[in-house]
């Protein structure tokens, strides 16, 4: 297969977004650009066209996909009920980078949901995915366009690099602002419950309903016989092929942790500026007091150390408030829980 390029730009928007509908209206795959990362998406109410994308990626059958819509009104054919909640959440973050995952009705495929009883589902914010929703007429399930596990991908270069040859188009629409996933939010228990943290913090959830929890996945892995409620959940996630471990504790104790575990093919990912002390090669993902930085640029340092050739990655560790929670939560699972305390 010969993945098309299409590059949007001021001469080829119309021409290239209606060239990836048609892809998608005919059952296939397109790259698509979005504010969190690149997704791969396929018409979410075509089973066969949603399996090409577990096809291409190598994605577990079991882990469920995000649905994107381009209007609110299109959310009432994919779930049983729409409870006030998800309208004031609608209202207060869609477009933008919050899922809600509700109970899903018979239009939604079973392999969206991975056969569970509920569907996660967004509108976008990045105006070339909401054109493309648009054109194509259909919602589109659309996880991360990336090898299953790998770092996922905010350019189009990061997808070609992943699945050129594998998906039928990808759609150039420049660099991913937020650069983590979006937060996941189910509303099918007794209290709204964070499955994934994101690019809407808890605090802003809790503003606009109150009360939220934490799903305790979003720290530690599932068991085996867990099946997970959101995509990012079950399985180690995010990881360059290098094995990474997670350091807290200060520079001088991350520099010296370094020394110790100098060799070949060893880097290091810290924050601006403190390159030169550390004594391994070194890249850094964005300011210490940056959060929102650091999640912009995380899955491009992780690449970097890929294209390196690193065989150990060293991170120093993000602080855990509002976004810094997502990109504490992705690090965690690209090192497979490996946290040493300094």
Not at 89 to 95: H, Q
Not at 114 to 142: E, F, K, N, Y
Not at 240 to 252: I, N, Q, R
Not at 306 to 315: E, F, H, T
């Amino acid at each position: 297969m010969r993945t098309n390029y299409l590059k949007i730009d001021t001469q080829a928007d119309r021409q290239n977004i209606e060239a990836a509908a048609v892809i998608l209206k005919n059952g296939g795959l397109v790259a698509i650009p979005t504010e969190t990362v690149y997704g791969l998406a396929a018409n979410a109410l075509d089973g066969k066209a949603v399996a090409k994308i577990f096809e291409a990626k190598g994605r577990p059958q079991d882990n469920p996909l995000i649905v994107h819509i381009a209007a609110f009104k299109e959310l009432e054919a994919l779930v049983t009920e729409v409870p006030p909640e998800a309208v004031k959440l609608a209202e207060a973050f869609w477009p933008g980078p919050l899922t809600i995952v509700l109970p899903k009705s018979s239009a939604v495929p079973p392999e969206v949901s991975a056969g569970l009883d509920t569907v996660a589902v967004r509108m976008p914010s990045h105006p070339v995915a909401l054109r493309i929703i648009q054109a194509a007429g259909v919602p589109l399930a659309a996880p991360s366009a990336n090898t299953s596990g790998s770092p996922s991908p905010t350019s189009a270069q990061h997808v070609l690099s992943d699945l050129d040859g594998k998906i039928d188009a990808v759609v150039d629409g420049g660099w991913c602002a937020v650069g983590v996933e979006s937060t996941v939010l189910s509303l099918t228990g007794e209290t709204p419950r964070i499955l994934r943290p994101g690019g809407i913090t808890p605090d802003q959830v809790k503003a606009v309903i109150g009360a939220v929890d934490i799903d305790p996945a979003v720290f530690s892995s599932l068991q085996d016989d867990e099946k997970p409620m959101s995509p990012g959940l079950k399985y180690k996630h995010y990881a360059p092929k290098a094995k990474v471990v997670l350091l807290k504790g200060s520079l001088a104790a991350f520099a010296d942790y370094a020394a110790a575990h100098a060799k070949a093919g060893t880097m290091a990912m810290c924050f601006n500026g403190e390159e030169s002390a550390i004594p391994v090669p070194a890249v850094s993902y964005g300011a210490k007091d940056n959060a929102a930085e650091q999640a912009e640029k995380l899955f491009g340092a992780l690449r970097e150390a890929d294209q390196a050739g690193a065989g150990l990655v060293l991170v120093r560790c993000p602080r855990t408030e509002g976004i810094g929670l997502a990109v504490f939560n992705r690090l965690l699972r690209a090192a497979a829980f490996e946290v040493v305390e300094l």
